[in-house]
């Protein structure tokens, strides 16, 4: 039977076993590829750290900071200038060897391995896979680069009384076979194991990686095989195998032909760079070494980076992540060789699965957390609100998780919002909604309808077409991407003599969705209406008390003018002011709007008539279960229009009327959005509550000058002017200019 001291050292150099094709990891990151980075090369014609991706990973900021990797070998050179900012002060007991405190390196070999994984990034010489991790330096090999009898169980009795250590990187094993655990357990030493075992089965465990050997066999050390036979110890465990680059250019990447085999711990092994790997001295300088000694401390920095980065993976789930992402392509597919294949921080770091958002509990593997892909969840603002709730959102992130091991991602919020807006392209499509008639037709009655629109600050010609009532005929052209104002819109049947300028009155907390408008008059002094639609998200239904008390129809009234008072009830399914929302943003079954309005119209002689409307309303929002929308205020809101129209200006059928308009806007209020923004190994998500006022920054105000000529009894041309300031209430839009052309005619 095979002594149970282990040994460290290297192995000799030497070029590739393998036969088939290495494909090669795609590094990005290209900002983090310096020097340094570049430095520690594979026999010269190689990286070491782009053939496993690393800066892919650095650009995505994991880099190890705040991980604790406790090296178990000959010591570490604390006063070395590339890594003394990340060693952490001897612990007691430090050097099992001499029985004291200082785990000084008196060999090199723990240096160097400590270097690999942690040598900062400070503009000399090389640094680490993970170079923001701490060291803890634990000596258990003497000068010679062994162990004494029972040194190395004694290390883990060490680092399992220190919590904050995460991972314990072992460059050194025992050259034998075991076959069982309890072989496994007399050759690498009693309390080795047994220290091991207790270490795998902490509340949080810590991860073990351990060299696979150098001595060119099937198998790896009795430390890797011993992860065959022990399932607590091998869910926390990495055996690791070095790869060699030739300095010809031929069989790059293949086995270093000093390294051992996976063998029967291929599915806890991966395989990393270990031949010609420059790394730190015991005497404050470099050199290049070579070995599986060299190869482990590649895949402890590795985990490091991929433990940082999802903060909600407890190690065992680590350990899973960085195996199951590593390339097992080509050459690497061979597993009782390279086990999982080569390590790739690139994809360890990547979304393995789809990413969703969490619904629920807030613990990761509580059974009764549900979660959505990202493709559900959506919120599409009113542009009464949408420049406040962008502006709140930006840079604003929240967590969502993957479906393979619910790793953490970041996001941004503002990725799941769409601003709503009250412009609209002017397509054909836009021209055919609104430019259906309004009146009765018989089936035989035809029309004929044709637009132009440009917009003057970017001379784009937006759209024109002809329309003939039931079977249409469109034609079209569209070159802009600039919007049109759609909330006001002349363009619409409010041409004739009643209605010259009423579209402007319109009740804005009636939707404008598909179905049908009821109305019941009360000779001149009043009317009921009710309004309802069906849309994607539910039905909505509107309410409208509407109260004549001047109507210059009644004797006496005559130059009163009309005076009109609404009062009613807007009722929303699943959205609230025309929003949308879906998934975690959903909102509640029925939001509410409670809204008042005043509608006047005066003639003031001379042809010459003035038009006014004002809508104010308080809008409740509707909470749903397990929604980020957690709670809100009231929103108030309002619009108005004024506006002056003459008819028979210049000549007689001909009108011009000049406007002033304020679309919908929320005047005071805020929703509270309930954000997950952390989990830890416990797999607890820290939610955050984002407070967000929606009055926009600014007032969109619209003017417009409106002209129209009757030509015939059948046909009229109409012509609009229109500036829109402060479009969609946002401070930061660019005054837009409007020249309309519209011709009607039937026949």
């Not at 994991?62 to 590339?82: C, E, F, W, Y």
């Not at 240096?111 to 991790?133: F, L, P, Q, R, T």
């Not at 989990?679 to 105000?701: C, F, G, H, K, M």
């Amino acid at each position: 039977m095979a002594s149970p001291t282990a040994s460290v050292g290297g192995g000799a150099a030497g070029g590739g076993v393998g036969t088939g094709t290495v494909t090669m990891c795609t590094d990005s990151g290209t900002d983090y590829q310096t020097t340094e980075y570049n430095q520690g090369s594979v026999y010269l014609s190689q990286k070491s750290r782009r053939v496993v991706c690393a800066s892919s990973a650095y650009a995505r900021g994991a880099t190890g900071n705040g991980i604790q990797v406790a090296v178990i070998d000959t010591g570490v050179d604390a006063d070395h200038s590339d890594i003394n900012a990340n060693m952490v002060a001897f612990t007691s007991g430090s050097d099992v060897v001499n029985s004291d405190n200082d785990a000084s390196d008196d060999e090199g070999h723990g240096s160097h391995v400590a270097g690999i994984i942690a040598a900062e990034k400070n503009d000399s010489g090389m640094h680490g896979v993970a170079y923001d991790a701490d060291i803890y330096a634990f000596k258990a090999f003497n000068a010679s680069g062994v162990a004494p009898a029972g040194a190395t169980g004694s290390a883990y009795g060490l680092v399992e009384a220190i919590g904050a250590i995460d991972i314990i990187n072992n460059s050194w094993g025992s050259d034998a076979d075991c076959s069982s655990a309890s072989e496994c357990r007399t050759t690498i030493g009693t309390t080795m194991y047994d220290n091991w075992e207790d270490v795998s089965q902490l509340s949080t465990p810590k991860i073990s990686v351990f060299a696979a050997g150098n001595e060119g066999t099937d198998q790896p050390s009795a430390q890797c095989q011993t992860m065959a036979y022990n399932s607590d110890i091998s869910a926390v465990s990495v055996c690791v195998v070095a790869i060699s680059y030739s300095t010809l250019g031929k069989d790059n990447g293949y086995l270093a032909t000093f390294s051992n085999k996976c063998g029967k711990a291929s599915s806890y092994c991966i395989a990393a760079p270990g031949d010609r790997i420059y790394s730190l001295t015991d005497s404050g300088s470099y050199t290049f070494a070579s070995g599986t000694s060299m190869a482990a401390p590649f895949v402890s920095g590795g985990l490091a980076v991929v433990m940082q980065e999802f903060s909600s993976l407890t190690p065992a789930q680590v350990v899973s992540r960085l195996l199951t992402t590593a390339n097992d392509s080509g050459e690497y597919s061979q597993t009782s060789i390279y086990g999982h294949g080569l390590m790739n921080l690139n994809a360890a770091t990547t979304a393995i699965a789809n990413l969703q958002t969490i619904n629920g509990s807030n613990l990761l593997d509580d059974p009764s957390t549900s979660y959505n892909d990202l493709v559900n969840n959506s919120f599409t603002s009113s542009a009464a609100f949408s420049n406040a709730l962008n502006n709140a959102l930006a840079g604003q992130t929240m967590e969502v998780y993957d479906s393979f091991d619910r790793a953490n991602f970041d996001v941004a919020v503002n990725s799941f919002f769409t601003s709503g807006s009250y412009t609209s392209q002017n397509t054909i499509e836009n021209h055919m909604a609104r430019l259906q008639p309004k009146s009765k037709q018989t089936t035989k009655e035809k029309n004929l309808y044709g637009s132009f629109t440009v917009e003057v600050d970017g001379n784009n010609i937006e759209s024109s077409m002809f329309q003939s009532a039931g079977n249409f005929l469109a034609l079209g052209y569209n070159q802009s991407t600039n919007s049109f104002e759609n909330a006001v819109d002349p363009l619409s049947n409010f041409f004739n003599d009643s209605n010259f300028g009423n579209n402007y009155l319109v009740n804005p907390y009636f939707n404008t969705g598909s179905g049908q408008d009821y109305f019941m008059s009360f000779n001149n002094n009043g009317s009921f209406g009710f309004d309802s639609f069906t849309t994607a998200d539910g039905n909505d239904l509107g309410l409208a008390f509407n109260l004549n008390p001047l109507s210059s129809s009644d004797e006496g009234m005559k130059n009163a003018g009309d005076l009109q008072l609404v009062f009613g009830a807007n009722y929303e399914q699943n959205k609230f002011l025309n929003s949308t929302s879906s998934g975690v943003f959903a909102t509640g079954d029925l939001s509410n709007t409670n809204f008042t309005g005043i509608k006047y119209k005066k003639n003031l002689g001379d042809d010459f008539t003035f038009v006014g409307s004002g809508f104010a309303g308080y809008t409740y929002i509707d909470k749903a279960a397990n929604s980020y929308i957690d709670n809100s205020t009231p929103l108030l809101t309002s619009s108005f229009t004024l506006g002056l129209a003459k008819a028979n200006f210049i000549k007689k059928n001909q009108r011009i009327g000049f406007f002033i308009n304020q679309p919908q806007r929320v005047e005071k209020g805020s929703i509270n959005l309930r954000l997950p923004t952390s989990s830890d190994r416990d797999r607890t998500v820290t939610y955050s509550n984002l407070n967000v006022d929606l009055e926009p920054d600014a007032r969109q105000i619209n003017y417009d000058i409106v002209f129209n000529k009757t030509i015939t009894e059948s046909s009229n041309l109409s012509a609009n002017l229109t500036h829109v300031q402060n479009g969609d209430h946002s401070n930061s839009s660019k005054n837009q200019n409007f020249i309309s052309l519209f011709y009607k005619k039937n026949f």
